[in-house]
């Protein structure tokens, strides 16, 4: 369980990842037995994030093919197709989830013996795995050219290493521009209802020792407006050939900073990108509306309201200054192939 100091999600004899709903307060390892649990897991937030989730996916196949006892290949591949199922659904807005559950099993699918199908799966878990690192820290190298030294960066949610294997986006952006030895100072958005933004991106900075405040979304246009935010650089949980999706109030952000002439930068690598759709045809998860109404079991609205709680919105790609991707930085319209 060493990893767990370095990788958001790994395999040593079973799947572990973090538990990120005990961050800030506690740093743990917990192990995934079974299908159902990954599924909770992804569900209530335990690993989020859009290449974490890519890695959750993968993982996820690797392990039920560890856990079948079906005697043949053709039975095994039935139990993963089921498994993959299951664990598309736990989170529909997310494409990196769908993109690691679909790239094990095609990889399992080559296998013709038992033993040989859960090689395949686990060795291709562990691909994507280690790929997301070398991802990360090529696109951070590319983003951190846009940092100056001294530079205010305004971020969204999370997407540092926790939202990741390693590294990070959006984070990983500013963690190269600070190993170059640019001085970087981090606005982070506390991210209303979940405070990913106060709870682990906050966490990842002190860890990391990169100064940073804490801000509510609702000052960001304020701190534009007084000339205290130089860039926007946030991460991505799909990009299709006309939007970003990312959590919910990165749009807000995006319009503010359009007003103000700050450039808005997405990071995300190029499993994110769905180049087969467009804004009206993804579905944005909704969420159970007293996450927005209780807090630490404390109630912060009347019983019975009304509450709207979707996880995620998007930004037309015309407020997108560029996206950082493991092959350079694209703007929009010209994007890259996928």
Known sequence: MSDCQSRTIWWDDGLWLIDQTLLP???????IKSIHQLVQAIKSLQVRGAPALGA???????????????????????????????????RPTAVNLSWGVDR?????????????????ALSEAEEIAAEDIRINRLLGKFGARLLRDGDNVLTHCNAGRLACVGWGTALGVVRSAVAEGKRVHVYACETRPLHQGSRLT??????????MTLICE?????????????????????????AVF??????????????????????????????????????IEERDPEEICILNGKRLAPEGIEAYNPAFDATPLELISGIITEKGVYKPPLMPLV
């Open 25 to 31: 307060e506690e740093l743990l390892a917990l192990e």
């Open 56 to 90: 959750a996916g993968a993982y996820g196949i690797a392990l039920a093919a560890h856990l079948s006892r079906a005697a043949g290949a053709p039975e095994m591949m039935a139990e993963l197709e089921t498994a993959a199922e299951m664990i598309r659904s736990a």
């Open 104 to 120: 094990v099993l095609r990889a399992a699918a080559c296998g013709e013996r038992r033993e040989e199908i859960q090689e395949r």
């Open 202 to 211: 906050a966490w990842e900075l002190t860890e990391d020792r990169i100064p």
């Open 218 to 242: 609702g000052m960001s246009g304020s701190l534009m407006r007084k000339g205290r935010i130089d860039k926007v650089v946030v991460g991505a949980d799909r990009i299709t050939k006309d």
């Open 246 to 283: 990312n959590k919910i109030g990165t749009y807000s952000h995006a319009v503010l900073a359009r007003h103000h002439g700050i450039p808005f930068y997405v990071a995300a690598p190029l499993s994110t990108f769905d180049s087969h759709h467009e804004e009206a045809d993804i579905t």
